[in-house]
Antibody, heavy 124, light 107 residues
Framework: QVQLQESGPGLVKPSETLSLTCTVSGDSISGYYWSWIRQTPGKGLEWTGYIYYSGSTYYNPSLKNRVTMSVDTSKNQFSLKLSSVTAADTAVYYC??????????????????WGQGTLVAVSS | DIQMTQSPSSLSASVGDRVTITCQASQDIGNYLNWYQQKPGKAPKVLIYDASNLETGVPSRFSGSGSGTHFSFTISSLQPEDIATYYCQQYDNLPLTFGGGTKVEIK
């Protein structure tokens, strides 16, 4: 059974960098695209972007060049870094596996496996 | 970005009722639409993909239809375990976007 588990600090100070890691078990990280999706009461579900096992990425322009994703195939993990955070970045962050494939136009398929989610609060 | 507008934002229905949720896309997305169910404190779970295909293991009381800009999601006979928030999500264009959600409650 495929399982995803987010890890990282639950509290980040304003202007600092949020860092999260998703560990995948039960299947190889290769052959799929992987995403971070965050959820806030105000903005609902927001897709932050994707990363392939090869390292290719796409980031949601709404995050204004603050986001970086990376992958470590040897550990079956992928990570999210979000810089210059504000209170608006307070959210539950989910990692998720995408079926299908990504092209320059879109990422096809759906998100079939998700982590349990981790709440990250931005506060001093 | 493609905007996904769901309605209603919440509804209350009785067990056994037929429940329908609609999702409108701001531009033609063909059938590139998924529906997710999210129960409190849990991650979303895909129920319908490609607008009308039932994910393996999902009860047949759930169904989806539509194409282009208008889509609907139906629960043919509402069960107590269906209490959740439902989201549509388009994958016709980047960035991927979700609807605002419809919270379903039991009357």
């Amino acid at each position: 059974q495929v399982q995803l588990q987010e890890s990282g600090p639950g509290l980040v100070k304003p202007s600092e960098t949020l860092s999260l890691t998703c560990t995948v078990s039960g299947d190889s990280i290769s052959g799929y695209y992987w995403s971070w999706i965050r959820q806030t009461p105000g903005k609902g579900l927001e897709w932050t972007g994707y990363i392939y096992y090869s390292g290719s990425t796409y980031y949601n322009p709404s995050l204004k060049n603050r986001v970086t994703m990376s992958v470590d195939t040897s550990k079956n993990q992928f990570s999210l870094k979000l810089s210059s955070v504000t209170a608006a970045d307070t959210a539950v962050y989910y990692c998720a596996r995408g079926t299908g494939y990504c092209s320059p136009i879109s990422c096809y398929g759906n998100f079939d496996y998700w982590g349990q989610g981790t709440l990250v609060a931005v506060s001093s | 970005d493609i905007q996904m507008t769901q309605s209603p934002s919440s509804l209350s229905a009785s067990v056994g009722d037929r429940v329908t949720i609609t999702c409108q896309a701001s531009q033609d997305i063909g059938n590139y639409l998924n529906w997710y169910q999210q129960k409190p404190g849990k991650a979303p779970k895909v129920l319908i993909y490609d607008a009308s295909n039932l994910e393996t293991g999902v009860p047949s009381r759930f169904s989806g239809s539509g194409s282009g800009t208008h889509f609907s999601f139906t629960i043919s006979s509402l069960q107590p375990e269906d209490i959740a928030t439902y989201y549509c999500q388009q994958y016709d264009n980047l960035p991927l976007t979700f609807g605002g959600g419809t919270k379903v409650e039991i009357k």
